[in-house]
């Protein structure tokens, strides 16, 4: 390592903004890991859960429907978390105002979902009858939080893709817009589809997708953080 590069990256570890942006930037990348490894555990070991028909946001019902709360409301705010680090990431540059502020209200919408919790149906907890079952107040929440998170993240996708555009990066353009059309076309099939097991299935890609693209860009924009210098 060159004295230049070991400077470079002293002046990176001691500049404070830097430091702060970075680690706002972390919580993005470990988010959407963190929201999927815990969401799969459960639905792996869960008496009654059959993920080919249940929606993840069915787990927080039951005993332990305790952790899936948890796991959306942390999963939330390490979202907005993220959002903050991108405001500070991207700025100057388009996107710069909008891209946070969609992305901050993603998880906000997350820790929503936590507090209202779905409702059970389905068979799912065991013991629950079969068919979809009552709609209660809570459950209506739920799911307007969902689908507006759910929009805010899909246009956030498009506004970041259009900045990739302007900047000659075509790859990440192409990633950001595939991730949001494939994520609006999964979650239009599984809310229109009457809980068919198609559908659930490829909701559960969109979701992985639409985390991946928050951590790739977390990350991204982590790696390429520049130092401010004074």
């Known amino acids: 390592m060159t004295q230049q ?3 470079t990256a002293n002046s ?3 500049d404070p903004r830097t430091s702060l942006t970075r680690s706002l930037l972390g919580y993005g990348v470990i988010a959407g890991p963190l929201y999927i490894a815990v969401s799969l555990a459960q639905a792996l070991t869960r008496e009654g859960f059959d993920l080919s028909r249940h929606a993840w946001s069915m787990l927080a019902n039951g005993d332990l429907g305790w952790i899936q709360i948890a796991n959306l409301v942390v ?25 946070p502020r969609l992305v901050g209200a993603y998880g906000v919408s997350l820790v929503g979902a936590g507090i209202f919790r779905a409702d059970p149906g389905m068979g799912f907890p065991a ?5 979809p079952g009552p709609v209660s ?22 506004v970041i893709g259009r900045r990739f555009a302007a900047e000659g ?12 059309t494939l994520f609006l076309v999964t979650f239009a099939a599984m809310a229109s589809s009457g809980g068919a097991v198609w559908a659930n299935l490829v909701f559960v890609t969109g979701i992985v997708v639409i985390w991946a693209w928050l951590s ?5 924009l982590y790696r390429h953080t520049a130092p401010q210098h004074t």
């Open 216 to 220: 790739a860009l977390s990350l991204h």
């Open 127 to 131: 013991g629950t009858p079969e068919g």
């Open 5 to 7: 590069t070991t400077r």
């Open 137 to 158: 107040w809570h459950g209506m929440l739920h799911f307007a939080c969902g689908a507006v998170g759910f929009l805010c993240v899909i246009v956030a996708c498009f």
């Open 12 to 14: 990176v570890a001691c």
């Open 169 to 180: 990066r075509t790859g990440w353009d192409v990633f950001s817009r595939f991730a949001g």
């Open 75 to 99: 999963a939330g705010l390490a979202s907005v978390a993220c959002a903050v680090g991108l405001r500070r990431a991207l700025v100057p540059g388009r996107g710069a105002t909008w891209a």
